[in-house]
């Protein structure tokens, strides 16, 4: 498969890092040398430095008419939409366009755009939003992923003392009908695929599966039952992630935007429903001024200013004043360890979820869903078995599954269930795999 990325920022240089692990034809577009030499250093694909005024013949040289996929991520809104309707009328399959514009997500203006070439939009803002939404409505995660409409969930949690299966072997804990298992673990900079003999420590970063039903059971498990319902929020950063965020909030919350710009702020009024949502003319990185909002009554806090060093600052200080729940936005892809490795909560990484949502376009139509886990240097998808395929032949225990992935859970007829060594994998099943450093083409291989 030929696939074509005009942008070699974050979103590029990230996206060219989850190709090169299944081999494709890549080929990387951008008019700033040293960030395509960057790039190839890193990555098996070839680039192409490029002008924008010379559009047309950029998209020959990288040879468009061959392309299965063309994904425009430049910063340039309307330059993206160009590219992609001119790659469209050049050959190109299927086009992606990153787009700022909340109104490009319009159903109706979204299919104009269809007509026009361009298969799918992007807006990085909704997909950053819909992950701190759900980091709100289970503040004892770190991480959240809702499979098939929630049948099944996988769950980052950080392990503590409080914590009822704490040092102890997983043969001992989990049997054949357990309702939750884990796929992963991190310690320190090590992922763990675990087996029977290892054991959960206090701190470690550990990913669970289990079932919709079982959920609310897990946080007394983890020992986290005093963690409480999120009612009040206080975000600081009235952008437009913060925007998309009260804007989606359930009923039963409330807001505060802190915002330092008095011009932002009078367009934020008129944004927001500020019957639910208080817009703050200052600056949510004072200490005094969160004390004066009364930061104590806030059940979660939420830092989304463009400053990845004054998001990380700013929830160490709100966890500091007595918040239990912190989320900060993570524009730089070098201080995600840095964030995880200070504790402050659930990131968010408009880059990385831009990219996982694209990067499964590439991949056959029966995978879906997939997401690149940063904090373990993984990826979790959702695979639908077809007839016959090798997942299909014998029980689980049976199938030589390579061992630097794990076969979390399945959706049978709308049901999620965990997977254990008797279970059968059957055709029309969609199947969760959790893969650390196994190329995901390999994996597929198993379910076509």
């Known amino acids: 498969m030929k696939v074509i990325i005009a942008g070699a920022g974050a979103i590029g240089a990230h996206l060219a890092e989850l190709f090169s692990k299944i081999n494709q034809n890549i080929v990387i577009i951008d008019n700033d040398e040293e960030k395509l030499e960057r790039i190839q250093a890193d990555c098996d694909l070839m680039t192409l430095l490029a002008s924008s005024n010379t559009p047309i013949k950029s998209l020959k040289d990288a040879g468009v008419k061959h392309a299965d996929l063309f994904i425009a991520v430049t910063r340039d809104e309307n330059l993206n939409l160009n590219l992609c309707v001119l790659a469209k009328s050049m050959g190109a399959k299927r086009t992606v ?57 996988l769950l980052g949690i950080k392990v503590r003392k409080g914590c009822e299966i704490l040092n102890r072997p997983f043969k001992e804990i989990f049997k054949p009908d357990s309702p939750y298992h884990v796929v992963a673990i991190k310690r320190g900079t090590t992922t763990i695929i675990p087996s029977g003999n290892d054991t959960l420590e206090d701190g470690d970063y550990v990913y669970f599966m289990t079932t919709r039903e079982f959920v609310h059971s897990m946080q007394h498990i983890m020992g986290k039952s005093d963690y409480p319902e999120v009612k009040d929020v206080i975000i600081v950063g009235g952008g437009k992630t913060a925007v998309r965020v009260v804007n989606m909030l359930p009923v039963t919350m409330h807001a505060k935007i802190f915002e330092s710009d008095s011009r932002r702020c009078e367009e934020l009024i008129e944004l927001v429903d500020t019957s639910r949502v208080m817009v703050i003319n200052a600056d949510g990185r004072s200490v005094a001024n969160l004390l004066e909002e009364n ?10 200013t463009g400053n990845a060093e004054a998001n990380i600052l700013a929830c160490m200080t709100a966890k500091e004043l007595g918040v239990r729940k912190t989320i900060a936005m993570i524009e730089n892809m070098d201080y995600v360890g840095i964030a995880g490795n200070v504790d402050i909560g659930t990131i968010i990484n408009k880059q990385a979820l831009t990219a996982s949502h694209i990067y499964q376009l590439l991949l056959n139509g029966d995978v879906r869903n997939i997401r690149d886990l940063m904090t373990v240097n993984a990826d979790v998808a959702e695979f639908t078995a077809r007839p016959d395929s090798r997942i299909t032949r014998k029980k689980v225990r049976d199938l030589d599954f390579p061992r630097e992935a794990e076969l979390g859970g399945l959706v049978r007829d709308g049901v999620g269930m965990l997977v254990n060594g008797d279970t059968q994998i059957q055709a029309g099943d969609i199947v969760v795999v959790f893969c650390h450093g196994a190329n995901i083409s390999r994996i597929e291989k198993y379910f076509i």
């Not at 799918?120 to 991480?143: E, F, K, M």
């Open 97 to 153: 366009a990153k787009v700022e514009n909340v109104e490009y997500t319009d159903p109706q203006i979204a299919e104009s755009l269809r007509e026009a070439g361009i298969s799918s939009i992007i807006y990085p803002d909704n997909l950053a939003a819909l992950d701190i939404i759900n980091g709100l409505q289970l503040t004892w995660v770190r991480q959240q992923w809702d499979v098939h409409n929630g049948a099944l969930t």
């Open 295 to 304: 930061i104590g009554g806030a059940q979660a806090f939420v830092a989304l």
